[in-house]
């Protein structure tokens, strides 16, 4: 299987993309980004030099994702969510590259809610979940939800997305079944 690249959009020489990946109008790709298989990115998405995008990675409209960024596979981004890249800018000053730049992380699972701002230099855990217009400046674990400007943890959400709730440290998914624990102010699933 091929990848699906819209007439409208502008792949550089060098660029890697996989297959069945499905790249939509008047989006840009730089020659050193990697994208995964079976990816699909919305109509105005640029994904910056040096970016790496894993499997089933889902970029909706009007997102542009920079050079420090990685997503992790199955991330999900919602609509003109913004990834910021230099954590001091100044046009009269500008940086080089290396000097202000931080990689910021989304792990495997992670969904970015629509107009969400992620800070450059953070890490979002494995499924945590940002809300929509979030603007997160600190680091988010594993499975949170967070929400808010600036973001703040509100609660534990399952893989599938809903919230969890607990009783003696311990939650079952009311949707999917899944079964966590708490322990230190972390989240575990429990495999049975």
Known sequence: MTCF?????????????GSGTKIWHYSHVMSTAEIGQDCNLGQNVFVGADVKIGNHVKIQNNVSVYQGVVLEDYVFCG???????VKTPRA?????????????????GASIGAN??????????????IAAGAVVT????????????????????????????FEDRRSKCSSCGKLYQTDDGKIIRIVE
């Open 5 to 17: 690249i819209h007439e409208s959009a502008y792949i550089d020489e060098g660029a890697k993309i």
């Open 79 to 85: 609509p003109s969510m913004v990834f910021t890249n």
């Open 92 to 108: 009269a000053y500008p940086r080089k590259q290396s000097e202000d730049q931080h990689q910021t992380r989304v792990e495997y």
């Open 116 to 129: 969400a701002t992620i800070v450059c230099g953070i890490r979002i855990g494995k499924w945590a979940s």
């Open 138 to 165: 600190k680091n988010v674990p594993a499975y949170a939800l967070v929400v808010g400007v600036p973001a703040v943890q509100v609660d534990w959400t399952c893989e599938c997305g809903l919230r969890l709730q």
